[in-house]
């Protein structure tokens, strides 16, 4: 995976930066999701950055709004 390369050079995530809106999602990707009518989705954007600050990570996910629901839960770490 991704992750697992990226530990193997020491580089690990320290900071994670999601957006999540409501879009009117490309007709390509309403095809991948199987949606057929102009229902808003959920489109996310994270950016994840290293210890250094260093962007290291970025994506664009579309989820079927009608089958997501968004949880998190975080942890602080001292150092």
């Not at 991948?32 to 009518?37: E, F, G, K, T």
């Given at each position: ?9 020491n ?22 999701l199987q ?8 489109k996310?954007?994270?950016f ?16 079927n709004?009608m ?6 839960r ?6």
């Amino acid at each position: 995976s991704l992750y697992e390369y990226l530990a193997s050079k020491n580089i690990f995530f320290s900071v994670f930066e999601e957006y999540i809106s409501a879009v009117k999602a490309p007709k390509a990707i309403l095809n991948v999701l199987q949606i057929y009518d102009d229902t808003p989705q959920l489109k996310r954007k994270r950016f994840s950055y290293d210890e250094s600050n260093r962007l290291i990570e970025y994506t664009e996910t579309y989820y079927n709004s009608m089958h997501y629901e968004y949880r998190t839960r975080l942890y602080y770490r001292k150092k």
